[in-house]
T-cell receptor, first 110, second 115 residues
């Protein structure tokens, strides 16, 4: 079946890099996404990667995809207090279904 | 601002009642999706409409129904409400049907509290 798993919590010091990991099981995944949810808000699209890519960089964000291991990661460089939020990874199968992970709560400490 | 508008922001109602949640998608987006977010179930896909037609169905209860109107706005109707229906309900929209890569853009949600 399809499943997306993430660790539930990550604590990081301000200025350090954060790495949020995600694994998925659907080998037909076409696109993988990272969303950010701040308290009381909706899910904000951060970035996404096509499954035939290994890496995508967008300013402070770097997405790495290991398709063989079905592992996706999001690296946030120079983490700031404003990066404290819940981060969701999601994978889209070739049939269009979008499956979300449970979310990783990132807490940035000064 | 994602461009997806949901109303109302908060809704408090009693068990057994019926409510309607409203969503206006981003300009140009033809697909509307409804998700339920609760602490114990996470983010659950309910239903998708594309250009007025039901496209995909997820874990939507029979007490719940939705529709997408000709102007592309959508409504989610929840009836015979139970305490367990208390959750955040999100609407999202995308350009395409969902088989391509067009990402979903989410509204800020409607927080439903059933007492």
């Amino acid at each position: 079946g399809e499943d997306v798993e993430q660790s539930l919590f990550l604590s990081v010091r301000e200025g350090d890099s954060s790495v949020i990991n995600c694994t998925y099981t659907d080998s037909s995944s076409t696109y993988l996404y990272w969303y950010k949810q701040e308290p009381g808000a909706g899910l904000q699209l951060l970035t996404y990667i096509f499954s035939n890519m290994d890496m995508k960089q967008d300013q402070r964000l770097t997405v790495l995809l290991n398709k063989k291991d079905k592992h996706l990661s999001l690296r946030i460089a120079d983490t700031q207090t404003g990066d404290s939020a819940i981060y969701f990874c999601a994978e889209r199968s070739r049939w269009g279904k979008l499956q979300f992970g449970a979310g990783t709560q990132v807490v940035v400490t000064p | 601002d994602s461009g997806v508008t949901q109303t109302p922001k908060h809704l408090i109602t009693a068990t057994g009642q019926r409510v309607t949640l409203r969503c206006s998608p981003r300009s140009g987006d033809l697909s509307v999706y409804w998700y339920q977010q609760s602490l114990d179930q996470g983010l659950q896909f309910l239903i998708q409409y594309y250009n007025g037609e039901e496209r995909a169905k997820g874990n939507i209860l029979e007490r719940f129904s939705a529709q997408q109107f000709p102007d592309l706005h959508s409504e989610l109707n929840l009836s015979s409400l139970e305490l367990g229906d208390s959750a955040l309900y999100f609407c999202a929209s995308s350009v395409g049907t969902g088989t391509g890569g067009s990402p979903l853009h989410f509204g800020n949600g409607t927080r439903l509290t059933v007492t």
